[in-house]
């Protein structure tokens, strides 16, 4: 079977939200929904998974996007290093995260990210798009600090849950996007 084709993975659920023991089993199988994470028992939650701080950039050019991904053109991100203390202070703004755990989504399965709660009253919000079935990577966010006295985060720090969904059936071919595989050294 090809890198990219997956088969939906045995025993889900009817369309759905995943709890807590569906992802466990699915994330100590032999090919893990999620792997790369930090600490098991403190990032499974009932509804959905916590994703860590890994790294942070600052946005430092303008991004376009046209009608065609010819068009596209992502602004860089500088990275951000972490202080001796493995903090980072961030003044308001957007920045671009990268999270410590590759997700690997079979055929059958869906995501959404929302921030975790403490993120938003810290007045910090994430934003994230769609992560369709059979998309693999370490995924990038945009994060916001609209608290006018700014935010400082911890390398590792959960901050943002990641709901997956169960597919009425598996869809026929899945994400094949530019950011499959995305932030994934190689022979990872």
Do not use: K
Not at 71 to 95: C, H, K, N, Q, S
Not at 149 to 165: S, W
């Amino acid at each position: 079977m090809a890198e990219t084709e997956q088969q939906p993975r045995s025993g889900a659920p009817a369309a759905g939200v995943l709890g807590r023991d569906e992802l466990e089993r699915l994330i100590r199988s032999e090919r893990p929904l999620v792997s790369d994470w930090l600490d098991l028992a403190a990032q499974i939650q009932p509804n959905g998974f916590d994703l860590t701080l890994q790294a942070v950039g600052r946005l430092n050019r303008r991004g376009i996007l046209g009608a065609d991904d010819a068009a596209r053109v992502l602004p860089e991100a500088r990275p951000i290093p972490f202080e001796d203390d493995g903090f980072v202070t961030l003044a308001p703004g957007p920045y671009q995260i990268i999270y410590n755990e590759i997700v690997d989504l079979p055929y059958d399965l869906m995501a959404l990210g929302r921030p975790r709660s403490s993120l938003c009253r810290c007045g910090v919000s994430i934003h994230t798009a769609v992560w369709d079935a059979g998309y693999r990577g370490r995924s990038t966010s945009l994060l916001v600090v609209d608290n006018p006295d700014g935010f400082r985060v911890q390398r590792n720090a959960r901050v943002m849950q990641l709901v997956f969904f169960s597919l009425t059936g598996a869809v026929g071919q899945g994400y094949q996007g530019a950011y499959q595989g995305e932030n994934i050294a190689a022979g990872h």
